[in-house]
């Protein structure tokens, strides 16, 4: 039997597949506007491949997890992150994942999750506060980071996505050079992050999601922290693991 963990979150939708103890695969799609209607891309994909309801058991995690209707068993992404992180790293920490619509700080201790802080879904300190500010900027994730290396210290201080996008656009009206301004977006997710994470803090860290391949953003977190912060390219699929090893 293959276990399938299926993890929907605003963003994106991720999938992953174990047997026998090992992640065999992976799928990564854009949720879009129906959580359904990617749930059954991903089903059409795994099918298509062998692995169906007769030699699979699914597990659904995230934002849409109510919109996989041919999971077995739903299950919230803080439990499947814990479990899925653990899988992934194999030690006590805490989990730093930066999602689309909130930032969630989750303290492990032997697999098992201790607590849990979430932030407000409107803080800046969010995967869409990053992708509001790159379409602002005119850039790609991976040149945001790479300007961030060559800027100097700038301060965006607003808690709110909207108001932070209008310190931006005062930065740009004052033609401050875009490498500080990328520095100043990219330092007011960290400063966020990490003042969510005052409240489990933790002598390592472990970061998940879709920013898990950004080594600037690694660096900028374990300095702010002064801590480690482990990650792998799996860890965008923590919690769809963590699902999957549930089933």
């Known amino acids: ?82 479990k899925g992180s653990y899988f992934l790293f194999g030690e006590n920490g805490t989990i730093i994942d930066i999602g689309g619509q909130d930032t969630k700080g989750i303290s492990l201790k032997n697999g098992r999750v201790m607590k849990f802080i979430m932030n407000d879904k409107c803080s800046a300190g969010t995967g869409k506060f990053l992708e509001v500010m790159t379409n602002r900027l005119g850039l790609t994730p991976q040149e945001l980071s790479a300007l961030a290396r060559k800027g100097k210290e700038i301060t965006i201080s607003s808690m709110c996505t909207v108001f932070a996008e209008s310190e931006v656009i005062s930065l740009i009206g004052k033609e401050t050079p875009r490498e500080d ?53 799996l860890a965008r699929f923590a919690g769809a693991i963590g699902a999957a090893i549930a089933c």
């Open 181 to 233: 301004i990328a520095f100043g977006v990219i330092e007011s997710v960290v400063n966020k992050v990490v003042s969510l994470l005052a409240q489990v803090p933790n002598d390592q860290y472990f970061l998940t999601g879709g920013l898990c391949e950004d080594i600037y953003i690694v660096e900028r977190l374990a300095k702010a922290l002064n801590a480690p912060v482990k990650t792998t390219p």
């Open 1 to 82: 039997m293959y276990q399938v963990g299926i993890d929907i979150g605003s963003s994106a939708a991720k999938a992953a597949v174990i047997s026998e103890g090992e992640v065999i695969k992976t799928i990564l799609l854009d949720t879009g506007f129906s959580s359904r209607k990617v749930a059954d891309t991903i089903y059409a994909t795994l099918e298509a491949e062998g692995i169906t309801k007769e030699n699979a058991k699914y597990v659904a995690t995230g934002y849409g997890r109510i919109s996989v209707p041919y999971a077995d068993d739903v299950i919230t992404e803080i439990t499947c992150h814990g």
